[in-house]
Structure formats: structure tokens, C-alpha cells
């Protein structure tokens, strides 16, 4: 049976009336094994759901493997324990991975828990095309479908999304997790499994941090729109991939702190 993504939980609020009990929907978190080749990777908390998705994704935006191919198979296995997520990969193409194993339990959505150096931790990111190009009204248009198509975030008020939005077809991805990291494999997992990915906008709920740009340049997305900051790492690495940043998008406008040459008025 499917893991429930999230429970009613009984609560008392407190509000200028007094307090008043009643239930409230919260995300459920569930420990999650990706397990490469019979060899564990990484252990996280995450939202019991789209976990093939997460391994996927996970799997190639950490560059463990060069390319979706090298992933033969995904199997999904539940205990009482969590959740483990089993991926086989194609003989001979996981040198990388043996060069860069990772043995870690990490937080809810842990970004470089677990890597050996600090070299692996500031990698030189891949750097994306500039073909796109699309107009100031995309943008709003985008978060406001991203926001409407978040079913879990709606329920429980505590929960992370990705998206994908095209101009051509409007909102054609979304991932939500409890970790935003994991939300962004999830997406990267959904779409990269169906290459090639169209040109878009990649949506985030989240402030940006470097790993986020990291793992959105090997998803390949040329801009990446986020309801919050940057840190001042993420924008020098979205320099490097030639990524348009737009961040603090809202309902009554957005900043754009990279590569501005995407955006054009509507």
C-alpha cells in the first residue's frame, strides 16, 4: 500500500477569542535508502511520494552517473523502517558513483550532507543554453499555476514544490517534499526520464542556495524562479552556468540577479 503523505493531527489554537481544538493536516517525513548497485548512497528524510522520481533525479543531479541511460532499473521496496529505493545501473557506468560514494544520514532535504572535500562541494557547474527567451507576464503567470497545482502545500501549509512551466503547454511538472532539495530531484527525475526536456522555467518555493542552482544546471534550466533570496554563492554559481536568476517573486513583481538578457516585456 502507498505511504500516506500526511495526517490529521489533533491541535489546540490559540487565537484572540481564545483557544479552540480541532485537526490540522501535517506532512508525514519517512527515512528513504537509495541503494545503488546493492551498495547504499544516502539515507534522508523525504515525503513518502514520487520516490523512484527521487532516486532518479538524485541519482543525476548529483552526477553519480553521466546520463539517464546509465540507469537500468528502479525498484521501490517499504518496511516499518521507510522506504528503500533500489537502483541498478548499467554495467560499467558507475565509475563515477565508486569515485564519489557517499555513506550519510541526512536532515529533511540535505543538500552536500556527506560530501568528502571541498572541492566536490564547489564543482564547476554545467553550463546551460540561451536560446530562451520570454516575457515579464510569463513569470507571474508561472508561479500562480505553480501555486495552484500544490495540493499537499495547500493541505498542510508545510511543504516545498518544483516546477516546470512552458509558454507552449503552462505548468506541465510539479514535485512536492518536505525538503526543497528533494523536491527539485523529484521534478528533475519526472522530466529527465523523457528527454528532451522542452525549454521552461524552473519554479522553486524556496530561498536559493548553490546546491539548488547545482542540481538545476544538470537538469539544464536556463532560468530558475524562486519565491525568495539567493545566497550570494548560489548567484556566482548561476553566473558560471549562465542561468537567469529571478528571485522574491511575488504577486506584485520579481528581481532578476543574472543574465537579465532572458527576460523581455510582455
Known amino acids: 500500500m502507498p505511504w500516506a503523505v500526511s495526517r490529521s493531527a489533533?491541535?489546540?489554537?490559540?487565537?484572540?477569542?481564545?483557544?479552540?481544538d480541532g485537526e490540522r493536516q501535517i506532512p508525514e517525513e519517512t527515512p528513504v535508502a537509495l541503494v545503488h548497485d546493492a551498495s547504499t548512497t544516502a539515507v534522508m528524510m523525504a515525503t513518502p511520494a514520487d520516490i523512484e522520481d527521487l532516486a532518479i533525479g538524485f541519482t543525476l543531479t548529483e552526477r553519480l552517473v553521466d546520463g539517464p541511460d546509465a540507469i537500468a532499473s528502479v525498484d521501490v521496496a517499504q518496511s516499518e523502517q521507510g522506504i528503500e529505493a533500489r537502483i541498478w545501473l548499467q554495467p560499467g557506468r558507475g565509475l563515477a558513483l565508486a569515485e564519489r560514494r557517499r555513506h550519510f544520514a541526512g536532515p529533511t532535504g540535505c543538500g552536500l550532507c556527506g560530501i568528502e572535500s571541498l572541492s566536490e562541494a564547489l564543482r564547476p557547474p554545467p553550463r546551460v543554453s540561451a536560446d530562451l527567451r520570454f516575457g515579464e507576464s510569463?513569470?507571474?503567470?508561472?508561479m500562480v499555476e505553480l501555486a495552484q497545482a500544490q495540493s499537499l502545500g495547500a493541505a498542510t501549509r508545510g511543504v516545498h514544490a518544483a516546477g516546470?512551466?512552458?509558454?507552449a503547454s503552462g505548468l506541465i511538472a510539479v514535485r512536492e517534499d518536505v525538503?526543497?532539495?528533494n523536491a527539485l530531484d523529484k521534478l528533475a527525475g519526472a522530466l529527465l526520464g523523457k528527454a528532451p526536456v522542452p525549454p521552461g522555467l524552473l519554479l522553486l518555493t524556496s530561498r536559493v542556495s548553490v546546491e539548488l542552482v547545482q542540481k538545476a544546471a544538470v537538469l539544464?534550466?536556463?532560468?530558475?524562479?524562486?519565491?525568495?533570496?539567493?545566497?550570494?554563492?548560489?548567484?556566482?554559481?548561476?553566473?558560471?552556468a549562465g542561468m537567469t536568476l529571478i528571485a522574491v517573486a511575488r504577486s506584485d513583481g520579481f528581481e532578476v540577479f543574472s543574465h537579465p538578457f532572458r527576460v523581455q516585456p510582455s
Open 10 to 20: 489533533r491541535r489546540a489554537a490559540w487565537t484572540r477569542s481564545g483557544a479552540h
Open 179 to 181: 525538503g526543497r532539495h
Open 220 to 240: 539544464g534550466a536556463e532560468v530558475l524562479v524562486a519565491v525568495s533570496v539567493p545566497t550570494a554563492l548560489a548567484l556566482r554559481e548561476a553566473e558560471a
Open 138 to 142: 510569463d513569470v507571474h503567470a508561472a
Open 164 to 167: 516546470w512551466w512552458t509558454k
